[in-house]
Nanobody, 125 residues
Framework: QEKLVESGGGLVQPGGSLKLSCVAE???????MAWYRQIPGQERELVAA???????NYTDSVKGRFTISRDDDKHAVYLQMNDLRPEDTAVYYC????????????????????WGQGTQVTVSS
């Protein structure tokens, strides 16, 4: 069964660091891997994304503090979070899409989106 398995969340003091990890099990053709976060009562927001060509994108509030990376040999994506702030407190979700092209003429792009179960990050003194 295809799934994303996250780890690395926890409690940290303001100014501290955490590294989130996510392993994609049996998910192939991963074009985009990303981290989202959600605060209760609010919409899920994109934190950072990385493409299969290593292009990255960050939400403004984490630029210069968070770094996203991926290791395709390990089927993994990581989020290094430095200088954490109380407003970073949220449930963080790993995301990956699986993209393939059909053999039909014309070929069609087929995408399936996958989400992890979420990992809690709490920044508090």
């Amino acid at each position: 069964q295809e799934k994303l398995v996250e780890s690395g969340g926890g409690l940290v003091q303001p100014g501290g660091s955490l590294k989130l990890s996510c392993v994609a099990e049996r998910i192939y053709g991963r074009e985009v891997m990303a981290w989202y976060r959600q605060i209760p009562g609010q919409e899920r927001e994109l934190v950072a994304a990385v493409t299969d060509r290593r292009a990255t994108n960050y939400t403004d509030s984490v630029k210069g503090r968070f770094t996203i990376s991926r290791d395709d040999d390990k089927h993994a994506v990581y989020l290094q979070m430095n200088d954490l702030r109380p407003e970073d407190t949220a449930v963080y979700y790993c995301y990956a899409n699986s993209v393939r092209w059909t053999a039909s003429i014309p070929s069609r792009r087929v995408q399936i989106d996958y989400w992890g179960q979420g990992t809690q990050v709490t920044v508090s003194s």
